[in-house]
Protein backbone atom coordinates (compact mmCIF):
# COMPACT_ATOMS: atom_id res chain seq x y z
CA UNK A 1 0.00 0.00 0.00
CA UNK A 2 1.28 3.60 -0.91
CA UNK A 3 2.36 5.81 1.91
CA UNK A 4 -0.15 8.76 2.33
CA UNK A 5 -0.05 11.16 4.96
CA UNK A 6 -2.58 14.00 3.37
CA UNK A 7 -4.47 15.32 5.65
CA UNK A 8 -1.76 15.07 8.83
CA UNK A 9 -0.42 17.93 11.01
CA UNK A 10 3.14 18.01 10.30
CA UNK A 11 4.50 18.77 14.14
CA UNK A 12 7.52 16.70 15.25
CA UNK A 13 9.26 13.65 13.56
CA UNK A 14 7.98 11.58 16.32
CA UNK A 15 4.36 11.15 14.52
CA UNK A 16 5.84 9.86 11.57
CA UNK A 17 6.71 6.32 10.82
CA UNK A 18 10.80 5.55 9.13
CA UNK A 19 8.19 4.49 6.10
CA UNK A 20 6.63 7.99 5.88
CA UNK A 21 9.72 9.94 6.73
CA UNK A 22 11.42 8.32 3.59
CA UNK A 23 8.25 9.12 1.84
CA UNK A 24 8.95 12.92 2.36
CA UNK A 25 12.92 12.39 1.51
CA UNK A 26 12.01 10.72 -1.80
CA UNK A 27 9.32 13.47 -2.90
CA UNK A 28 11.96 16.26 -1.63
CA UNK A 29 14.42 14.37 -4.61
CA UNK A 30 12.14 14.42 -6.99
CA UNK A 31 11.11 18.45 -6.33
CA UNK A 32 15.08 19.11 -6.44
CA UNK A 33 15.03 17.44 -9.77
CA UNK A 34 12.16 19.18 -11.02
CA UNK A 35 13.30 22.46 -9.91
CA UNK A 36 17.29 22.47 -11.14
CA UNK A 37 15.87 21.49 -14.43
CA UNK A 38 13.56 24.21 -14.92
CA UNK A 39 10.16 21.94 -14.80
CA UNK A 40 7.15 23.73 -13.76
CA UNK A 41 5.26 22.12 -10.90
CA UNK A 42 2.16 23.94 -9.40
CA UNK A 43 0.30 20.98 -8.70
CA UNK A 44 -1.71 22.86 -6.02
CA UNK A 45 -2.68 25.75 -7.79
CA UNK A 46 -5.98 27.35 -6.15
CA UNK A 47 -4.84 26.46 -2.37
CA UNK A 48 -3.64 29.26 0.02
CA UNK A 49 -1.45 28.98 2.98
CA UNK A 50 -0.55 31.26 6.34
CA UNK A 51 2.47 31.70 7.58
CA UNK A 52 2.62 32.49 11.31
CA UNK A 53 6.07 33.68 12.31
CA UNK A 54 6.30 34.69 16.43
CA UNK A 55 10.02 34.13 15.84
CA UNK A 56 12.08 35.67 12.76
CA UNK A 57 13.93 33.60 10.42
CA UNK A 58 15.69 33.91 6.82
CA UNK A 59 15.62 30.04 5.82
CA UNK A 60 12.25 28.96 7.29
CA UNK A 61 10.28 31.68 5.78
CA UNK A 62 12.12 31.90 2.40
CA UNK A 63 11.89 28.35 1.86
CA UNK A 64 8.16 28.08 2.80
CA UNK A 65 7.13 31.04 0.38
CA UNK A 66 9.33 29.86 -2.16
CA UNK A 67 7.72 26.48 -2.13
CA UNK A 68 4.32 27.64 -1.45
CA UNK A 69 4.79 29.65 -4.79
CA UNK A 70 6.24 26.85 -6.45
CA UNK A 71 3.67 24.72 -5.78
CA UNK A 72 1.07 27.29 -6.93
CA UNK A 73 0.09 28.19 -3.95
CA UNK A 74 -1.20 32.01 -2.58
CA UNK A 75 1.27 32.68 0.35
CA UNK A 76 0.74 34.91 3.19
CA UNK A 77 2.89 35.86 6.07
CA UNK A 78 2.28 36.84 9.07
CA UNK A 79 5.32 38.56 10.52
CA UNK A 80 5.59 39.24 14.74
CA UNK A 81 3.01 41.16 16.00
CA UNK A 82 0.65 41.25 13.19
CA UNK A 83 -1.93 39.00 14.36
CA UNK A 84 -3.89 39.32 17.57
CA UNK A 85 -2.62 35.40 18.39
CA UNK A 86 -2.70 34.97 21.88
CA UNK A 87 -3.39 38.67 22.72
CA UNK A 88 -6.33 39.49 21.94
CA UNK A 89 -7.20 36.10 20.17
CA UNK A 90 -7.23 32.76 21.72
CA UNK A 91 -5.07 30.37 20.05
CA UNK A 92 -7.76 28.05 19.60
CA UNK A 93 -9.86 31.07 18.03
CA UNK A 94 -7.09 32.28 15.80
CA UNK A 95 -6.94 28.46 14.30
CA UNK A 96 -10.56 28.40 13.99
CA UNK A 97 -10.47 31.59 11.83
CA UNK A 98 -7.29 31.18 9.95
CA UNK A 99 -8.49 27.34 9.56
CA UNK A 100 -11.78 28.36 7.41
CA UNK A 101 -9.79 30.81 5.21
CA UNK A 102 -6.58 29.05 4.35
CA UNK A 103 -5.48 25.43 2.97
CA UNK A 104 -2.86 24.90 5.58
CA UNK A 105 -0.73 27.22 8.36
CA UNK A 106 2.59 27.22 9.27
CA UNK A 107 3.49 28.39 12.66
CA UNK A 108 7.28 28.95 14.02
CA UNK A 109 7.66 30.45 17.54
CA UNK A 110 7.76 29.33 20.82
CA UNK A 111 5.77 26.58 23.22
CA UNK A 112 5.06 23.36 21.33
CA UNK A 113 1.77 23.51 22.92
CA UNK A 114 0.89 26.50 20.76
CA UNK A 115 1.73 24.53 17.39
CA UNK A 116 -0.08 21.55 18.71
CA UNK A 117 -3.41 23.58 20.14
CA UNK A 118 -3.66 24.94 16.68
CA UNK A 119 -3.61 21.88 14.83
CA UNK A 120 -6.36 20.88 17.41
CA UNK A 121 -8.75 23.84 16.33
CA UNK A 122 -8.05 24.52 12.80
CA UNK A 123 -9.44 21.32 11.18
CA UNK A 124 -6.64 21.99 8.35
CA UNK A 125 -2.44 20.80 7.95
CA UNK A 126 -0.73 22.78 10.93
CA UNK A 127 2.99 22.45 10.32
CA UNK A 128 5.74 23.55 12.77
CA UNK A 129 8.32 25.82 11.18
CA UNK A 130 10.14 25.99 14.96
CA UNK A 131 9.49 25.81 18.43
CA UNK A 132 11.77 25.52 21.76
CA UNK A 133 11.55 21.97 21.56
CA UNK A 134 11.36 20.35 18.07
CA UNK A 135 12.26 21.78 13.88
CA UNK A 136 11.05 18.97 12.09
CA UNK A 137 11.57 20.61 8.61
CA UNK A 138 14.84 21.69 9.58
CA UNK A 139 15.41 17.57 10.06
CA UNK A 140 14.65 16.47 6.88
CA UNK A 141 16.34 18.57 5.23
CA UNK A 142 19.41 17.78 6.76
CA UNK A 143 18.47 13.93 6.58
CA UNK A 144 18.60 14.76 2.86
CA UNK A 145 21.87 16.04 3.16
CA UNK A 146 23.43 13.25 4.60
CA UNK A 147 22.15 11.11 2.54
CA UNK A 148 23.31 12.94 -0.75
CA UNK A 149 26.60 12.70 0.59
CA UNK A 150 26.85 9.26 1.78
CA UNK A 151 23.98 7.33 -0.35
CA UNK A 152 23.02 6.11 2.55
CA UNK A 153 21.48 7.24 6.09
CA UNK A 154 21.53 3.90 7.86
CA UNK A 155 24.99 3.44 9.98
CA UNK A 156 25.83 6.59 9.95
CA UNK A 157 28.04 8.20 12.63
CA UNK A 158 26.53 11.71 13.85
CA UNK A 159 27.60 13.91 16.24
CA UNK A 160 26.33 16.95 17.44
CA UNK A 161 28.54 18.73 19.73
CA UNK A 162 26.68 21.64 21.84
CA UNK A 163 23.45 22.18 23.60
CA UNK A 164 22.16 19.13 23.21
CA UNK A 165 19.03 19.72 24.67
CA UNK A 166 18.28 22.34 22.26
CA UNK A 167 15.07 22.52 19.36
CA UNK A 168 17.82 21.13 17.14
CA UNK A 169 19.84 18.66 19.58
CA UNK A 170 16.22 17.25 20.38
CA UNK A 171 15.27 16.93 16.57
CA UNK A 172 18.00 15.33 15.03
CA UNK A 173 18.42 12.60 17.85
CA UNK A 174 14.53 11.62 17.01
CA UNK A 175 15.64 11.87 13.49
CA UNK A 176 18.60 9.71 13.55
CA UNK A 177 16.83 6.80 15.69
CA UNK A 178 13.67 6.78 12.88
CA UNK A 179 16.58 6.37 10.21
CA UNK A 180 19.19 4.30 11.19
CA UNK A 181 22.21 6.84 12.21
CA UNK A 182 24.19 6.03 15.01
CA UNK A 183 23.72 9.70 17.58
CA UNK A 184 25.86 10.83 19.84
CA UNK A 185 25.20 14.04 21.75
CA UNK A 186 28.69 15.84 22.61
CA UNK A 187 28.27 17.54 25.43
CA UNK A 188 28.27 19.14 29.39
CA UNK A 189 25.68 16.68 31.14
CA UNK A 190 23.84 19.94 32.02
CA UNK A 191 22.89 20.34 28.63
CA UNK A 192 22.14 16.73 27.87
CA UNK A 193 18.57 16.25 26.45
CA UNK A 194 15.33 15.77 28.62
CA UNK A 195 15.72 11.70 30.20
CA UNK A 196 12.04 11.01 28.70
CA UNK A 197 13.42 11.81 25.12
CA UNK A 198 16.08 10.19 25.94
CA UNK A 199 14.42 7.05 26.69
CA UNK A 200 12.17 7.06 24.06
CA UNK A 201 14.67 7.23 21.44
CA UNK A 202 16.95 4.36 22.62
CA UNK A 203 13.38 2.26 22.13
CA UNK A 204 13.30 3.49 18.65
CA UNK A 205 16.81 2.96 17.90
CA UNK A 206 16.69 -0.71 19.01
CA UNK A 207 13.87 -0.94 16.50
CA UNK A 208 16.09 0.50 13.70
CA UNK A 209 19.27 -0.91 14.47
CA UNK A 210 20.96 2.39 15.70
CA UNK A 211 22.69 3.29 19.09
CA UNK A 212 22.00 7.06 21.12
CA UNK A 213 25.26 8.02 23.13
CA UNK A 214 25.45 10.60 25.28
CA UNK A 215 29.02 11.91 26.54
CA UNK A 216 31.02 15.34 27.98
CA UNK A 217 34.66 13.47 26.37
CA UNK A 218 35.40 15.29 22.90
CA UNK A 219 37.47 12.99 21.82
CA UNK A 220 35.80 10.02 22.60
CA UNK A 221 32.44 11.55 20.95
CA UNK A 222 34.00 12.20 17.72
CA UNK A 223 36.12 9.44 16.84
CA UNK A 224 35.33 8.07 13.91
CA UNK A 225 31.96 10.66 13.67
CA UNK A 226 31.19 10.68 9.61
CA UNK A 227 29.03 14.15 10.52
CA UNK A 228 29.97 16.68 13.16
CA UNK A 229 26.94 18.62 13.71
CA UNK A 230 26.54 22.01 15.73
CA UNK A 231 24.40 25.52 16.41
CA UNK A 232 24.55 28.31 18.43
CA UNK A 233 25.46 28.09 21.30
CA UNK A 234 22.11 30.22 22.74
CA UNK A 235 19.28 30.29 21.40
CA UNK A 236 16.18 32.63 20.07
CA UNK A 237 14.45 34.22 22.85
CA UNK A 238 16.85 33.24 25.71
CA UNK A 239 18.20 35.93 27.70
CA UNK A 240 21.94 37.90 26.55
CA UNK A 241 22.84 37.19 30.14
CA UNK A 242 23.29 33.23 29.59
CA UNK A 243 26.16 33.96 26.92
CA UNK A 244 28.55 33.92 29.60
CA UNK A 245 28.30 31.24 31.78
CA UNK A 246 26.94 29.25 28.02
CA UNK A 247 30.43 30.23 26.29
CA UNK A 248 32.32 28.93 29.48
CA UNK A 249 30.12 25.78 28.97
CA UNK A 250 30.62 25.00 25.46
CA UNK A 251 34.03 26.51 24.53
CA UNK A 252 35.84 22.96 24.95
CA UNK A 253 32.96 21.92 22.66
CA UNK A 254 34.25 24.32 20.16
CA UNK A 255 33.60 22.43 16.05
CA UNK A 256 37.41 23.70 15.11
CA UNK A 257 40.14 21.64 12.61
CA UNK A 258 42.04 19.34 15.48
CA UNK A 259 38.47 18.22 16.22
CA UNK A 260 37.51 17.25 12.70
CA UNK A 261 40.68 15.26 12.38
CA UNK A 262 39.47 13.03 15.16
CA UNK A 263 36.43 12.16 13.00
CA UNK A 264 36.43 10.41 9.72
CA UNK A 265 38.26 11.02 6.96
CA UNK A 266 34.80 11.27 4.82
CA UNK A 267 33.20 13.41 7.65
CA UNK A 268 31.58 16.59 6.62
CA UNK A 269 30.24 19.49 8.91
CA UNK A 270 26.72 20.88 9.10
CA UNK A 271 25.30 23.35 10.63
CA UNK A 272 21.56 24.80 10.81
CA UNK A 273 22.83 28.30 10.00
CA UNK A 274 22.86 31.12 11.37
CA UNK A 275 26.20 30.36 12.67
CA UNK A 276 28.81 32.92 14.38
CA UNK A 277 31.71 31.25 13.15
CA UNK A 278 33.25 35.24 12.53
CA UNK A 279 32.70 38.86 13.49
CA UNK A 280 30.69 39.77 10.97
CA UNK A 281 27.49 39.87 12.20
CA UNK A 282 26.58 42.37 15.26
CA UNK A 283 26.30 39.71 17.65
CA UNK A 284 29.58 38.15 16.55
CA UNK A 285 31.37 41.52 16.64
CA UNK A 286 29.89 42.07 20.15
CA UNK A 287 30.69 38.61 21.89
CA UNK A 288 34.41 39.28 20.62
CA UNK A 289 34.73 42.25 22.02
CA UNK A 290 33.24 41.19 25.20
CA UNK A 291 34.69 37.93 25.69
CA UNK A 292 37.64 37.95 23.48
CA UNK A 293 36.31 35.54 21.18
CA UNK A 294 36.53 35.96 17.77
CA UNK A 295 35.18 32.72 16.48
CA UNK A 296 31.92 30.96 18.69
CA UNK A 297 30.58 27.10 17.80
CA UNK A 298 32.76 26.68 14.72
CA UNK A 299 35.95 28.41 13.70
CA UNK A 300 35.59 30.25 10.05
CA UNK A 301 38.29 27.52 8.60
CA UNK A 302 35.80 24.73 9.75
CA UNK A 303 32.93 26.40 8.48
CA UNK A 304 34.40 27.30 4.84
CA UNK A 305 36.32 24.36 4.39
CA UNK A 306 35.33 21.86 1.26
CA UNK A 307 33.73 19.44 4.13
CA UNK A 308 31.69 22.05 5.02
CA UNK A 309 27.99 21.15 3.73
CA UNK A 310 26.10 24.39 5.70
CA UNK A 311 25.01 25.82 2.10
CA UNK A 312 23.95 22.55 0.92
CA UNK A 313 22.29 22.15 3.67
CA UNK A 314 20.00 25.19 3.81
CA UNK A 315 18.89 24.84 -0.01
CA UNK A 316 17.61 21.55 1.17
CA UNK A 317 15.25 23.28 3.20
CA UNK A 318 13.12 24.49 0.21
CA UNK A 319 12.99 21.09 -1.36
CA UNK A 320 12.05 18.97 1.92
CA UNK A 321 9.49 21.76 2.98
CA UNK A 322 7.77 21.67 -0.51
CA UNK A 323 7.64 17.91 0.05
CA UNK A 324 5.92 18.17 3.43
CA UNK A 325 3.17 20.72 1.57
CA UNK A 326 2.43 18.63 -1.62
CA UNK A 327 2.32 15.34 0.80
CA UNK A 328 -0.40 16.76 3.32
CA UNK A 329 -2.03 18.99 0.89
CA UNK A 330 -2.78 17.20 -1.98
Known sequence: MSTNVRGRNFLKLLDYSPKEIRYFLDLSKNFKNMKKNGVLHPYLSGKNIVLLFEKTSTRTRCAFEV???DLGMGVTYLEPGSSQMGKKESIADTAKVLGRMFDGIEY???????VEE????????????????FHPTQMLADLLTIEENFGTLKGVHFTFMGDARNNVGNSLMVAC????????ACSPKELFPKKE?????RQIAAESGSTITLTENVEEGTKNADVIYTDIWVSMGEPDDVWESRIKLLKPYQVNAQLMKNASERSIFMHCLPSFHDKNTQIGADIAKKFGLPEMEVTDEVFTSKRSVVFDEAENRLHTIKSVLYATLC
Open 67 to 69: AGR
Open 108 to 114: RGFNQKI
Open 118 to 133: LAANSGVPVWNGLTDE
Open 177 to 184: AKMGLNFT
Open 197 to 201: LVDSC
